[in-house]
């Protein structure tokens, strides 16, 4: 079983849609989590932290539930530059040993 | 963009071969880390390193080894390459300490034939 896993996709969406992305991880030693965009053949960038009460960056919010292990990132009013690919991200300690998932393929449509 | 840049971009090698990424991170960065990503794939942590020294390593075997040096410069080297080598090696840098942000390169694109 790999350590985070999520849903391959591809979503297909069309502008304008609401997209949720769910994650788990299986470490339950994890602190710090993460979601990572990344476009086609380029390095994977920063989107947003994962807080346990949950946060929000404009039309980005993510969840963490402990309990769960369970990760989520939703995307509101879809852009068609938001088509990448998702990655979710734990850590035991952060900044050490970024775990990732497998991503998910986002494609927004118009 | 980062500040942290890489290279070679792209190379490729053949089977057997030895290969030296390089890594250049931000000024202050003592951590970097180095991660494998195949296609289709999310990036395998490699190894970690801490003012120079090796501080956690992932699933991968001895020939994979890697070099911090004192401006915040920083190596992986692959000594007999196999085709599953083959990926995109990413360097990620940071200062560390609690929320700072990680830093990842472009990326190094190897194929080995």
């Known amino acids: 079983r790999k350590e985070v896993e999520q849903d391959p996709g591809p979503f297909n969406v069309p502008e304008g849609a609401t997209v949720a992305f769910n994650c788990t991880y299986s470490n339950s030693a994890s602190q710090s989590f993460f979601w990572y965009r990344q476009d086609c053949r380029k390095e994977p960038k920063l989107l947003m932290s994962v807080y346990s009460s949950g946060n929000e960056d404009g039309r980005f919010t993510a969840q963490l539930n402990r309990a769960s292990q369970y990760i989520s990132l939703l995307i509101r009013d879809s852009k068609l530059s938001d088509s990448a690919t998702y990655l979710c991200v734990a850590s035991i300690q952060y900044g050490n040993k970024l775990v990732f998932g497998a991503g998910t393929i986002l494609r927004v449509k118009s | ?113």
Do not use: M
């Open chain 2, 1 to 113: 963009e980062t500040g942290v840049t890489q290279s070679p971009t792209h190379l490729i090698k053949t089977r057997g071969q030895q290969v030296t990424l390089r890594c250049s991170s931000q000024s202050g960065h003592n951590t970097v880390s180095w991660y494998q990503q195949a296609l289709g794939q999310g990036p395998q942590f490699i190894f970690q390193y801490y003012r120079e020294e090796e501080n956690g390593r992932g699933n991968f075997p001895p020939r994979f080894s890697g070099l911090q040096f004192p401006n915040y410069s920083s190596e992986l080297n692959v000594n007999a390459l196999e085709l599953d080598d083959s990926a995109l090696y990413l360097c990620a840098s940071c200062l560390a300490g609690y929320r700072n942000t990680i830093y990842f390169g472009e990326g190094s694109w190897l194929t080995v034939v």
